[in-house]
């Protein structure tokens, strides 16, 4: 059966089912063999690995997962790519499982406990990017074991969730992605790498999960609330972020006598701290409540 990932092979699979791409999918097919080549290295997929494939689309990674892997699951929205899936581009590998499902509506951790007895599994994707953020947050926040997401998304996206302290990219994506894992950009992925061709830039993006937060925190849904009340707004300092979001109830002196305890600046802006220095708060915070 004809690999996919050679332009010509895709073209006459999409043309055999006279497939018509849907726009609201985020539908962009890889035909670049170097670059399924190069996510499936980032990822480090071997033959002990589940991996969980978001959107397989014609099925292009998947067969390059089938082949590295032990077993795939790829979850799939669009009904139409199914029978492709099923009768054609897939049907030589039988360590593949389709799933025609939303990927938000689907139970993973529960499909890492009954396919991989809740060890630690791969995710790796070509991602639709109108949902990037809730997809990966979605996986960190359901608690689901997983050794690394290895993910096409928009370059811009990639550059946020790697940017460090005090860079124009930093914010509350970076401190998020950071707080669970090491976000590591493996490729630059131009627009002529797919069919059709996006109109942004692409990268693969590894985040090596966390065993343990990097940091320690009494209370790390306050974390998060501070991490995005200080880059609502992000002009302004931190002290007004703070005071200005709705999600927290200090008041205007308490936030202040915070700021003092740690000795930083009044003026200090969010983009200029660490995830240590945004856990730090967050404790004395804590304390004072
Ligand atoms: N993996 C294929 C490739 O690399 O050529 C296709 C990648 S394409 C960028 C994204 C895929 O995700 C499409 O097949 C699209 O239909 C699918 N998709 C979009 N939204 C989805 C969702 N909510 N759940 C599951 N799949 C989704």
């Not at 539908?27 to 499936?40: A, C, G, R, S, Y």
């Not at 669970?180 to 993006?205: H, K, L």
Request: aromatic share 6%.
């Amino acid at each position: 059966m004809a690999k996919l990932g050679n332009p010509q092979n895709t073209i006459e699979i999409l043309q055999k089912y006279g497939f018509q791409f849907q726009k609201k999918f985020g539908q962009n097919f890889l035909i670049d063999e170097h670059v399924l080549d190069k996510i499936i290295r980032a990822a480090g997929v071997t033959k002990d690995d589940m991996v969980l494939e978001i959107g397989p689309g014609i099925g292009t990674l998947t067969q390059y997962l089938a082949e590295a892997a032990r077993e795939v699951v790829a979850v799939e929205i669009d009904k139409n790519l199914i029978p492709i899936l099923e009768n054609d581009t897939l049907a030589e590998y039988d360590n593949v499982t389709v799933i025609n499902e939303d990927i938000l509506k689907v139970d993973i951790a529960a499909l890492a406990a009954e396919r991989n007895g809740g060890r630690p599994i791969k995710v790796v994707a070509n991602l639709p990017y109108y949902i990037t953020t809730p997809i990966i947050m979605g996986l960190f926040e359901k608690g689901v074991p997983i050794d690394n997401i290895t993910v096409m998304v928009q370059k811009e996206v990639a550059e946020r969730m790697q940017a460090g302290p005090g860079t124009k990219d930093y914010g509350a994506l970076s401190l998020t992605v950071q707080y669970y894992a090491e976000a590591y950009i493996a490729a630059n992925v131009p627009p002529n790498c797919f069919i059709p061709r996006p109109g942004v830039g692409s990268a693969v993006i590894r985040l090596t999960c966390h065993k343990e937060p990097p940091v320690q925190c009494g209370d790390p849904a306050l974390l998060f609330k501070l991490i995005r009340a200080s880059f609502n707004q992000r002009r302004k300092t931190l002290q007004n972020g703070l005071n200005n979001s709705l999600e927290l109830s200090y008041s205007k002196e308490q936030i202040a006598q915070a700021i003092e305890s740690l000795g930083w600046n009044p003026s200090i802006r969010g983009e200029a701290l660490t995830l240590e220095q945004f856990a730090q708060l967050a404790d004395v915070l804590l304390a004072i409540k």
